[in-house]
């Protein structure tokens, strides 16, 4: 039992560590462009605040036990499609798919941060839903307060099969083929987490991914205990096929178990039965021991290996043997490559023209509250074009126009594009109004796109609350419900257990 406790709490603890990692990747951006702009705490202080400069100094200080702060802040960063800490990639196998679905290759380094993944599932199987998904936590807590509700209230069991995660991750490799890699903001529940996040965070938005994270936490509340991470995530599917027979799994003793017992089925969030001896989607997450009667389970090594480590490496090996090439993820730049002075990101502004996909990303200044500084250009606007059928981006002639309404107030035309395959824009315009950039591709036969934009001068970013009260719910809900439902399950394991016992007499 008390293995088992420590598994459970290891990775509540884990799963918040890395919902903190994702917290301070997305502040990072800021701390990227403070120091770009000022180097100096006094400046960000007259900036943005104490609290601000507070904030830097700790920043420089942490990163600063690692090497330069700004080459360390640029050389780590992701999020949970692919990351790099510390120099080590990762990348999400259902990315990596995704991306050799669409563009027939890997580059060098979203290829090798597949190692670290892979070897974790086929050493210790789906431990990736116990410890390192940040979106399992909430769903962790709402399986909690759903039980402790069935008290009073009928809740249903769906279980429509787990053939259902393999078509949604089919489904979605096919609509990432025809439309694109932002298909899995809707389908992957942790991705959608750390949209949530960073675009709360660093932008003080609110992502359309929150709204995909509500539906699965739905799910999980309406249709079955973690629901989601049963039946509809496509990685935990496949992480389960990966890691059927890992090297270190759970074991009963045959001679312990009781018969007739079934608390360890009933507890078990992925709803296998390790009194069957059923294991094949076993997160190692240690609560099947802690309700165990008679102390009958383990994760012991296995003793005959399976050789699915040799076939996922030879298979890992013919299809990243085709060319790898390095690259930013489909040519997309990094907002911490900016070479400009501290803003707040309004919003991400798409459009699309035939083949050509437009990103407009607009930054309104908010630089030294001084009356001696005078910046007439206080709104930035960055664009990338990107070719949705060659995958390639579009850095050839164009006309940059913007337009407030008929009306058109800037018009620049490029003759290439700029740092980074962009192109930028900085004109004065009101801090509240509704604009629109106008667009000219002259090396495709003068194919035009009109991107309406709009710019608020609210002070005040709600999708920031939101995003850190979500966090502070993920948290409280988890470890509050935590004890009553144990103190339920151990009277209920108790229960069955007398009444076992005197069936046997």
């Known amino acids: 039992m008390r293995a088992g406790r420590l598994m459970l709490v290891g ?59 700004m080459e360390v802040a640029q050389s780590n960063g992701g999020m949970t499609w692919s990351i790099r800490i510390l120099g080590m990639p990762f990348t999400d196998p259902v990315a990596a798919l995704s991306v050799l679905a669409v563009e027939g290759q890997w580059a060098l380094g979203f290829a090798l941060g597949l190692i670290v993944p892979l070897l974790l599932v086929l ?21 909690r307060v759903r039980r402790l509700l069935g008290r009073w209230f009928y809740f249903p069991e769906w279980h429509p099969g787990r053939g259902l995660a393999w078509g949604i991750l089919l489904g979605g490799l096919g609509v990432a083929v025809i439309a694109g ?119 012991r ?63 309104d200044f908010q630089g030294i509250h001084s009356q001696n500084i005078e910046d007439p250009e206080n709104v930035r606007l960055f664009l990338l074009v990107f070719n949705l059928l060659n995958s390639r981006v579009y850095h050839g002639e164009l ?37 629109a950039v106008r667009l000219t591709l002259h090396d495709d036969g003068g194919r035009q796109c009109v991107i309406p934009f709009r710019l608020s001068s609210q002070t005040t970013h709600w999708g920031r609350w939101i995003a850190l009260g979500l966090l502070v719910l993920i948290a409280v809900t988890a470890v509050g419900a935590r004890k009553a439902r144990l103190v339920q399950d151990r009277c209920e394991a108790h229960n069955r257990n007398l009444s076992s016992t005197a069936y046997t007499q």
């Open 11 to 69: 990775s509540i603890i884990s799963r918040l560590g890395v919902v903190a990692l994702l917290c301070a990747l997305a502040l990072m951006t800021s701390y990227v462009n403070l120091k770009q702009a000022y180097n100096n705490p006094r400046l960000v202080e007259l900036s943005l605040g104490a609290t601000a400069r507070k904030a830097y100094e700790v920043a420089d200080a942490v990163l600063g036990q690692l090497g330069d702060p």
């Open 123 to 143: 050493v210790f199987g789906r431990v990736f839903c116990s410890y390192i998904c940040p979106a399992s936590l909430l769903f962790f807590a709402v399986a």
């Open 399 to 435: 006309t940059f126009e913007i337009l407030d309404g008929d009306r058109v107030l800037l018009s620049k035309r490029y003759e290439k594009a700029q740092l980074e395959n962009m192109y930028s824009a900085q004109r004065n315009l009101s801090d509240t109004g509704d604009y």
């Open 181 to 299: 890699h932002g298909v899995w903001v809707l389908l992957l529940p942790y991705f959608a987490l750390g949209q949530t996040i960073f675009h709360g965070l660093a932008m003080g938005t609110l992502s359309v991914a929150s709204g995909s994270f509500f539906v699965c936490v739905v799910l999980d509340f309406f249709l079955g205990r973690q629901f989601t991470c049963r039946y509809v995530c496509p990685t935990g599917r496949l992480l389960g096929w990966l890691g059927q027979r890992p090297v270190f799994t759970l074991q009963r003793d045959a001679s312990r178990c009781i018969n007739g017992c079934n608390s360890c089925a009933e507890i078990c969030p992925q709803g296998i039965s390790p009194r069957l001896d059923q294991t094949v989607d076993c997160s190692l997450c240690g609560e099947c021991m802690m309700v165990c009667p008679t102390h009958c389970l383990s994760v």
């Open 301 to 363: 090594r296995r003793r005959r290996l399976s050789p699915r480590l040799a076939k996922a490496a030879l298979l890992f090996w013919l299809v990243s043997a085709g060319p790898l090439f390095a690259h930013h993820f489909k040519g997309l730049p990094h907002y911490n490559y900016f070479e400009n002075y501290p803003q707040v990101p309004e919003e991400e502004f798409l459009g699309q023209a035939g083949e050509y996909e437009m990103s407009l990303v607009v930054y």
